[in-house]
C-alpha cells in the first residue's frame, strides 16, 4: 500500500542544471517507491512570466521528460504528465478564481519580490497574479495530500489550503488541505561559487555529457588564496568542496583535511572529483541516450500519465460542479 498521493511540477524552461535535480527531482525519484505520485510539465506556469517568447517550450517540454525519465522516474512506478493536456487544470482555476479575494494574491511573497526583480519582462498581468491560484488547482485537483516543495513555495502552498478551507466552507467538504513536503535539499553552488542559476552561465545540466563534465570540473572556482600546492587552503569558500560534499560523502574529511593542511593540488581535488561524478552521472547520460533513441517514447510515457491523471481530474470536477450546484448539463 502506498502512503498517499503526491503531487509536484516543474515548469519547462530549459535543461535542467544539478541546482535543480538536487533540489526536487532526485527526491521524486525516492518517493516514486513509497506514494502515488504525480509529477507533472508546468508548461502553463512557464507561460505567467514567458508568455513573450514561446518559440523553445515545445522542445522544452519533452527534454524536460527526458530529463525526468534519465534522472530515474520510472512511468511504471509513477504518473508523467503535462498540465495543458488536463483542461481540468485550467476549469479549476477558472472555479477558483472567482472565490479567491485579491488581496490573497497581492500578499504572496513571491508575488511582490517577482514583480521587483523582473524588470526586463512586463509581468504586472492576470495570469502572472493568479498563478498560485493556477497552482492551487493543480494540487487540489488531484487531492494531493503532500506537495514536495522549496521553502520558497511555502506560501503558495499555504494559499492552497486556504482555498481548500474556503471552497469546503462556502459549499461542501470537496477538497482535503494537503501538507508540504520539506526536503533538505542538498544544495551545490554554481562553477563560480554563486547560487547555481541559468543567468549566471555557472551550471553543469544533467543532460551534460562526460566530456563537457570534465572540462567543466576543472574550470571551477577555489580557494582564490591558494597559489602553490602546500597553501593552506579554505575548503568553506571553494565551490569543488562543496560538490565533494554532495558527490563524495566518503573522502569528504580526509579532503578537508588535506586542503587545509596543503597537502594536495587543487588540480589533482578537481580530478578526483570528476571521477565521482562521472560515477554518479554517466548512467543518467546512458538513460538519456537510450530514450533519445526511442522517438516514440516520450509521447507514449506522457499519454499513459495524461490518461491516469485526467480520470482523477475529471472526477473531482465532477464533485466540485455538483458541489457548486452547477452541474447542469442541458434543460
Ligand atoms: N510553482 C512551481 C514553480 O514555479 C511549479 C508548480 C506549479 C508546482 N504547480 C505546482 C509545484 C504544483 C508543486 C505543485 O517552480
Ligand atoms: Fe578546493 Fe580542493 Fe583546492 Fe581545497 S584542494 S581549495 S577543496 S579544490
Request: aromatic share 10%; proline share 5%; hydrophobic share 35%.
Amino acid at each position: 500500500m502506498k502512503k498517499g498521493k503526491i503531487l509536484s511540477g516543474i515548469r519547462p524552461t530549459g535543461a535542467l542544471h544539478l541546482g535543480n535535480y538536487f533540489g526536487a527531482l532526485e527526491n521524486w525519484v525516492k518517493l516514486q517507491n513509497d506514494y502515488d505520485c504525480y509529477f507533472f510539465v508546468a508548461d502553463w506556469h512557464a507561460l505567467t512570466t514567458g508568455y513573450e517568447n514561446t518559440s523553445d517550450t515545445k522542445s522544452n517540454i519533452s527534454n524536460l521528460v527526458i530529463d525526468f525519465l534519465s534522472a530515474g522516474l520510472d512511468p511504471d512506478k509513477c504518473n508523467i504528465f503535462l498540465q495543458s493536456s488536463i483542461k481540468e487544470h485550467a476549469e479549476l482555476h477558472l472555479l477558483f478564481s472567482m472565490i479567491t479575494p485579491l488581496p490573497w494574491l497581492f500578499r504572496c511573497p513571491t508575488y511582490k519580490d517577482q514583480l521587483a526583480q523582473m524588470t526586463d519582462k512586463n509581468i504586472t498581468t492576470y495570469g502572472f497574479l493568479g498563478y498560485p491560484c493556477l497552482q492551487a488547482a493543480d494540487i487540489l485537483v488531484y487531492k494531493a495530500n503532500f506537495v514536495p516543495v522549496g521553502e520558497d513555495q511555502l506560501p503558495h502552498l499555504e494559499l492552497t489550503r486556504e482555498i481548500a478551507r474556503r471552497f469546503n466552507f462556502l459549499y461542501k467538504e470537496v477538497f482535503t488541505e494537503p501538507q508540504p513536503m520539506l526536503t533538505k535539499a542538498k544544495v551545490l553552488p554554481g562553477l563560480d561559487g554563486r547560487k547555481m542559476s541559468k543567468s549566471y552561465n555557472n551550471t553543469i545540466a544533467l543532460s551534460d555529457s562526460p566530456e563537457d563534465i570534465k572540462k567543466k570540473v576543472l574550470t571551477m572556482i577555489t580557494d582564490p588564496q591558494r597559489i602553490r600546492k602546500d597553501d593552506p587552503g579554505h575548503p568553506e569558500v571553494c565551490a569543488v568542496y562543496a560538490f565533494h560534499k554532495v558527490f563524495n560523502e566518503e573522502e569528504v574529511t580526509e579532503i578537508e583535511n588535506q586542503c587545509r593542511g596543503g597537502k594536495i593540488g587543487c588540480v589533482q581535488c578537481k580530478r578526483n572529483l570528476a571521477d565521482k561524478m562521472l560515477t554518479y552521472m554517466t548512467p543518467i547520460y546512458e538513460r538519456r541516450q537510450e530514450i533519445l533513441n526511442k522517438p516514440e517514447y516520450v509521447n507514449e510515457v506522457l499519454q499513459q500519465g495524461n490518461e491516469n491523471a485526467t480520470k482523477i481530474a475529471r472526477q473531482t470536477m465532477e464533485e466540485v460542479k455538483s458541489a457548486m450546484k452547477i452541474d447542469y448539463n442541458l434543460f
